[in-house]
Structures are given as structure tokens and as C-alpha cells.
């Protein structure tokens, strides 16, 4: 397993654009995975390979990638969009998750 | 509708053991890789186990590896996490999931169970 560094918090206003980071070593060769949390509730898988979204996940969630760092993008950021995010990624023994970025809608 | 509920939870003293359970319904559990992921109380996820479709395969975090033993029974549609020696850092919640494909063991989780509560304290 690897180390996943985010940033612990990013704060936004109604609307506007939201990126979280996550950079480790090892992202160049392995996909990342995006999940939502909140509050009491399970994790949501919201980008998987880097950049895909699942059905019924709002298209202003997009994931991107740039040599060691993987970025999730929210354009126009709802309300509803508060929450816990967490990058993931995984080799052929093992998963690591990111430390976590909470996202706070001003 | 897809579903795992997850089971087994409690109060444990340190060293103690604890058996946790994961009933699946529908998708053909027998074709997926499973996953434990656990939380603890205000802290981020950690991965700690997960078992090939087969149950041929597992994989374990260092900080449980010896300890925990993950299993499944196709046949019952159920996966397991049997602890043992636990200890006051294990406490958390304890997800299953799903890998997204079929094809690699390790990768996305698209499906969650609801969590079951370990409490290891005396």
C-alpha cells in the first residue's frame, strides 16, 4: 500500500468550481477511484479509471489526471455536494485510500 | 434492487474475537470480488481485506494481516470477516463492498454495505 495525500478541506460558494487534489507515487500506473461521503451514510463511488463517472452520478463530477496527481472536479457546486471525499487506488495486493478532503458549500 | 447488509457487530474486550457477516442480493454474488473497508470514529477509510470471486484469493492491510480471516459462501450469497485478537485501534465501522468488475480484485467499490459497528474496549 501507498500513501494518498489530500487536501483536508476546500470551501466553496454556490456555483462555483470545486478541484481536490490527491498525489501519491504510484497514481501514474494505477487507475483512481473518487468516492462521496456523508454524514452516517456509506461511501458513494462517484469517478472510477480516473475519469469515469457511473450511471446517475451528475455530470458536473469529472476526474482528471496529470503525472503523479489525480484531480475531482465539481462544476457548479450544489449545496448537496457537502461532504467527505476520499481518492482511492489499488495495485495487484493491496488498496489505499486518500486522507480524506471535506468539502464545504459557503 | 442490489443490497448488502451488513451484520455482527458489538462490544468486545481487547483480545476477544468478533465475527462479521454481509448478506448480497441482486447480482450474481458468486462473480465479484468482495471487500471489508472500516472507518473509525472520525477518521477516514481504511481498506482492510478483500477475497477474489473464488475465495481462492484473499489480501489483508499489514494491520490486520494474522489477525483477520475473510471468507465467502457463494452458495448463501454471504461474506465474512472473522477477528481475532483485537485490539482498541480496530474499533470502527466496518463496510462491505463490491468491486465494480468482475475482472481484478482490488479496484472500485460501486456498491456499500451500510456499515456494522466494532467497539473494542473493556
Known amino acids: 500500500s501507498y500513501e494518498l495525500t489530500q487536501p483536508p478541506s476546500v470551501s466553496v460558494s454556490p456555483g462555483q468550481t470545486a478541484r481536490i487534489t490527491c498525489s501519491a507515487d504510484?497514481?501514474?500506473?494505477?487507475?483512481a477511484y473518487w468516492y462521496q461521503q456523508k454524514p452516517g451514510q456509506a461511501p458513494v463511488l462517484m469517478i472510477y479509471k480516473d475519469s469515469e463517472r457511473p450511471s446517475g452520478i451528475p455530470e458536473r463530477f469529472s476526474g482528471s489526471s496529470s503525472g503523479t496527481t489525480v484531480t475531482l472536479t465539481i462544476s457548479g457546486v450544489q449545496a448537496e455536494d457537502e461532504a467527505d471525499y476520499y481518492c482511492q487506488s489499488a495495485d495487484s495486493s493491496g488498496t489505499s485510500f486518500g486522507t480524506g478532503t471535506k468539502v464545504t458549500v459557503l | 434492487e442490489v443490497q448488502l447488509v451488513g451484520s455482527g457487530g458489538g462490544l468486545v474486550q481487547p483480545g476477544g474475537s468478533l465475527r462479521l457477516s454481509c448478506a448480497v442480493s441482486g447480482f450474481t454474488f458468486s462473480s465479484y470480488p468482495m471487500n471489508w473497508v472500516r472507518q473509525a470514529p472520525g477518521k477516514g477509510l481504511e481498506w482492510v481485506s478483500a477475497?477474489?470471486?473464488?475465495?481462492?484469493?484473499?489480501y489483508y492491510a499489514d494491520s490486520v494481516k494474522g489477525r483477520f480471516t475473510i471468507s465467502r459462501d457463494n452458495s448463501k450469497k454471504m461474506l465474512y470477516l472473522q477477528m481475532n485478537s483485537l485490539r482498541a485501534e480496530d474499533t470502527a465501522v466496518y463496510y462491505c463492498?463490491?468491486?465494480?468488475?468482475?475482472?481484478?480484485?482490488?479496484?472500485?467499490?460501486?456498491?456499500w454495505g451500510q456499515g456494522t459497528m466494532v467497539t473494542v474496549s473493556s
Open positions: 463492498a463490491k468491486r465494480r468488475d468482475a475482472v481484478a480484485t482490488m479496484g472500485a467499490l460501486d456498491i
Open positions: 504510484a497514481l501514474p500506473k494505477q487507475y
Open positions: 477475497i477474489s470471486s473464488s475465495g481462492g484469493s484473499t
